[in-house]
């Protein structure tokens, strides 16, 4: 097997995206981090403890892909998890940004209950697959890549 990402320069980029995202919430009201499941599991409780700000963390359930299923079909959204969200700063935390459907859809249901904003990020890209979302790379780590971005209600999803 061919590893194209080592442990260690996965440390290294939850460690710089740590440090961006405690740099981006300083002195602001705490936050919420909310991991889109199941994949994130892993990276949203990698990256929480590496950040030093107060902080609640949330989980929220987006699938396109039912059963067996390896073609997408239509997005289902569960929130059943979620606390009330109106008016605070989320952080959307999400393993693969594939075409960038998913991310698009799960941070418009946010902007629908009243969150103050909404900030992306993503540990690793799928190069060349996105559709609604231009990408704006960070950091380049090897041929996939660790990225990070951003989306407001009024620039919505400038991922």
Do not use: W
Not at 19 to 47: H, R, W
Not at 78 to 91: C, E, F, K, M
Not at 96 to 120: C, E, N, Q, Y
């Amino acid at each position: 097997m061919n590893v194209l990402i080592s442990a260690e320069q996965i440390r290294e980029r939850l460690d710089a995206l740590a440090v961006e995202i405690s740099q981006a919430y300083e002195g602001k009201p705490p936050i919420t981090v909310v991991g889109i499941l199941n994949g994130c599991l892993m990276f949203v409780a990698d990256v929480v403890r590496k950040i030093d700000l107060p902080l609640r963390v949330a989980f929220i359930s987006a699938s396109s892909y039912h059963g067996t299923a390896t073609t997408s079909g239509k997005l289902e959204i569960h929130d059943g998890l979620l606390p009330d969200l109106t008016g605070r700063h989320v952080l959307l935390l999400d393993d693969i940004l594939d075409t960038g459907k998913t991310l698009t859809r799960v941070v418009a249901h946010l902007l629908d209950r009243g969150v103050a904003s909404v900030k992306v990020a993503v540990l690793l890209r799928k190069i060349g697959r996105q559709e609604v979302l231009r990408v704006r790379l960070r950091r380049r780590v090897s041929p996939s890549t660790l990225h990070r971005s951003l989306g407001r209600r009024g620039g919505v999803n400038q991922l």
